[in-house]
């Protein structure tokens, strides 16, 4: 699928970063001096939506050694396959993945993660804050994933890629019908409201996928700026 990323029938996986250590209790497996690490698709909206887009996956995957943005980070379960390909071991690909929470409890954890992962920065604040974000981006995201579990989601999401997103970068958000408004109506319509929003800026939209089976109730918007 890309360097640093591979799958196995239904499986993703990502080749570890730290050798002998899983996150969230997944499972790891040899393979001569590599180390793999499974990517729970049920898990995250990143690997569900690597197995479900149309296009090639790797376009939707960061590089190895680019700057990313993951706003929603919780206690870093997918951060951490984003990190394994994005920096690799001791970061020796020279990546940066900048990681937003608001939960202290959440970023306790995220910090431990960090402490084995050179290239994860953890950021306890607010994902909907630019000013909160700026100081920790060391240049702008080529990037970037959003998983919120709050309301006006895509608001949030223009608002944070036209401070963040690099021309020619790829921006994913993920977003679960129930966090939104109740007054924005059924799911549908509040998928199409966002999806509205994203039509408006300066984003395009290259693919809404549908995670339904893997994550209910999610819609991936995969978007770049021209
Ligand atoms: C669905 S979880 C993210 C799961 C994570 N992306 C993963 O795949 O492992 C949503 C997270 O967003 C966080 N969150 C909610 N509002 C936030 C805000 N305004 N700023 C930063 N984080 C926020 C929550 O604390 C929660 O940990």
């Known amino acids: 699928m890309g360097w640093g990323v591979k799958r196995e029938g239904r499986g993703l996986w990502t080749r570890n970063a730290v050798k002998g250590v899983s996150v969230r209790g ?31 996956p790797s376009e939707i995957l960061p590089v190895p050694g680019s700057t990313c943005l993951y706003l929603g ?23 940066q993945v900048v990681a937003v929470e608001i939960s202290p ?3 306790r954890d995220l910090v431990s993660l960090s402490q ?42 223009v608002r944070m890629t036209s401070a963040f ?18 007054s924005d109506g059924d799911d549908n319509s509040r998928f199409a409201k966002a999806e509205r929003i994203l039509n408006d800026s300066r984003l395009v939209l290259m693919e809404r996928i549908d995670l339904s089976g893997l994550e209910e109730q999610h819609v991936a918007f995969c978007c770049t700026l021209p």
């Open 26 to 56: 997944e499972r790891r497996k040899r393979d001569g001096r590599i180390e793999w690490r499974r990517w729970d698709p049920s898990k995250s909206k990143v690997a569900a939506a690597l197995l479900r887009t149309k296009r090639e």
């Open 73 to 95: 980070a919780s206690s870093g379960g997918t951060v951490s396959h984003i990190h394994d390909v994005v920096c690799g071991a001791d970061n020796h690909h020279g990546g």
């Open 105 to 107: 409890r959440m970023t």
């Open 116 to 157: 084995k992962r050179k290239g994860l920065v953890p950021v306890l604040g607010d994902a909907r804050s630019p000013p909160e974000v700026a100081p920790f981006m060391r240049s702008k995201a080529q990037w970037m994933h959003q998983d919120l579990s709050i309301a006006d989601q895509a608001v949030t999401f």
């Open 165 to 182: 997103l690099d021309k020619g970068g790829i921006a994913i958000l993920s977003l679960k019908a129930a966090s939104e408004r109740y």
